[in-house]
């Protein structure tokens, strides 16, 4: 299946998306709160906000991102997203 990516939901906390390697390929965030920013960072690491940075996504109040990387990142140990900020966040990160 070349070329398909895999969404997979953000439960608005830190979370784990994907165990093991994989490649990152895009995300698509939104701070849905509308009165405070959110960030998500993205790390290369299975279950912790550390390892190799892949991406930052700072979201103003209200704010969205929608992502999708013409040649995907390689993630060697898995993808871990960080929330931080006071805003709320929904979205997906794409892994292919």
Same mark, same amino acid.
């Given at each position: ?5 895999? @969404?997979? &939901?953000?439960? !608005?906390?830190?979370? +784990? /998306?994907?165990?093991?390697? #994989? ?22 690491? @299975?279950? &912790?906000?550390? !390892?190799?940075?892949? +991406? /930052?996504?700072?979201?103003? #109040? ?10 995907p ?16 966040l ?7």
């Amino acid at each position: 299946m070349s070329g398909v990516t895999i @969404p997979v &939901a953000l439960t !608005g906390s830190d979370q +784990a /998306v994907h165990l093991g390697a #994989a490649q990152l390929a895009g995300y698509t965030l939104r701070e849905t709160g509308g009165v405070a920013a959110a960030t998500a960072r993205i790390f290369d690491h @299975p279950s &912790a906000a550390s !390892g190799t940075l892949l +991406a /930052v996504v700072a979201l103003p #109040a209200g704010g969205s991102a929608d992502v999708m990387y013409c040649r995907p990142v390689r993630a060697s140990a898995g993808i871990y997203v960080d929330v931080g900020g006071t805003g709320a966040l929904e979205g997906s990160v794409r892994i292919a």
